[in-house]
């Protein structure tokens, strides 16, 4: 889909569509505020000097494609100024967007999202663990490239699947380094004559990670330097929309035929766990309304210590009254308390947490 083609309709997207041209040109003819995230690979400038050989003298296939080609560093900042200031354009109030760079670039990009207005709020290290050797011996191996993620703006109500991401890595919090091979194998894809179709395809273990982590089912994925469309492929994979831009046809015929082989995966399967922000909201007079626990029944802390539950859900104990989190942060004699993992209640001589009523509740309303 060509540029012109991309901006009919002041309020229409191309969505799921791979659109051909200048990823500016194409952005600025889009409608803005339009999209939920953008995951964006831009040219590393690499600078390379001369031929790679490996020990047995063979050439590595190293990037040395003319987009990945500038004249100075004023030229290289310069294009990235366009593009982020077209990309921001793009997003909603509430956007975000990825950007993924060597230790070429990245620095560079980091100063000029700042510039632009986006507010940082991670950088993460993709420790590669299968890196290319370093030939010749020079330098450390250079096992890893940084991802950089923002908001639109300071304050942005961005999307975070904190707890998604928490079940990703068997249930502790996710850190900001990632261990993931880079493409190889099946995945890495070939062209007519055999050769890489992209020298620098991404790994869809990273953006299945980065779009369960930021984006929810139906949000619109751009990617301005779409490539062989690993960001289309894992969007369309898990629930949702992208558009991809690239300017070099080769690209664009593998990227179709990609994505043209992908099946969305079924409804249920698209459910993450919920943050606890996310999940409704219930008051603890609720459980007493509907009788899940009695006016006059006590309840127990961890240490043993009972407070008695009245008509209107406040509690009271020997020196205490208040609410189920004022009286558990007065007995332990802390600034806070949470309540609902504080609380017990006896059924049938056992100790049950209180939360479990509330969780009885959150499934009837999801229900």
């Not at 309709?9 to 659109?19: E, F, K, S, V, Y």
């Not at 500038?70 to 793009?90: C, E, H, I, P």
């Not at 330097?225 to 994979?237: D, E, N, R």
């Not at 205490?320 to 007995?331: F, K, P």
């Amino acid at each position: 889909m060509a540029v012109k083609d991309a901006a009919k309709g002041a309020n229409m997207l191309p969505l799921d569509q791979i659109l051909d041209g200048d990823c500016i040109e194409v952005m600025n003819a889009l409608p803005a505020a339009s999209v939920d995230l953008i995951f964006a690979d831009p040219p590393y400038n690499l600078q390379l000097r001369g031929d790679l050989h490996r020990p047995d003298n063979s050439k590595v296939d190293a990037v040395d494609d003319a987009w990945d080609q500038f004249d100075s560093f004023k030229a290289y900042d310069q294009f990235t100024k366009q593009w982020l200031a077209a990309a921001r354009r793009l997003l909603k109030p509430n956007g975000a967007i990825w950007v993924i760079g060597s230790y070429h670039n990245i620095f560079r990009v980091g100063t000029a999202l700042q510039d632009q207005g986006f507010w940082l709020l991670n950088d993460v290290v993709w420790r590669k663990s299968n890196p290319m050797p370093n030939f010749r011996g020079k330098r450390l191996t250079n096992a890893h490239e940084t991802m950089i993620w923002a908001s639109k703006s300071e304050g942005a109500k961005y999307t975070f699947n904190y707890e998604a991401l928490k079940e990703l890595n068997e249930g502790v919090q996710m850190r900001s380094d990632w261990v993931l091979p880079i493409c190889s194998g099946h995945e890495r894809l070939k062209d007519e004559n055999g050769d890489k179709a992209h020298p620098t395809q991404k790994p869809e273990s990273l953006l299945h990670r980065v779009l369960v982590g930021t984006t929810n089912p139906g949000d619109v994925v751009l990617d301005p330097f779409f490539g062989t469309g690993t960001t289309g492929a894992v969007a369309k994979l898990l629930g949702r929309h992208y558009i991809g831009i690239e300017r070099e046809e080769s690209y664009r015929k593998v990227a179709a035929k990609r994505l043209g082989q992908v099946r969305p995966l079924e409804s249920a399967a698209l459910e993450t766990t919920l943050s606890k922000r996310a999940q409704p909201r219930v008051a603890f007079g609720t459980l007493v309304e509907r009788g899940l626990l009695r006016p006059g029944e006590a309840l127990v802390n961890p240490r043993g210590q009972a407070a008695k539950l009245r008509v209107d859900g406040s509690l009271v104990s020997a020196e205490h009254r208040g609410s189920i989190h004022q009286v558990g942060a007065a007995l332990e004699g802390a600034p806070s308390c949470n309540g609902w993992t504080y609380w017990q209640f006896k059924r049938d001589g056992k100790l049950i947490p209180i939360d479990i009523l509330r969780q009885q509740i959150r499934a009837e309303m999801h229900d």
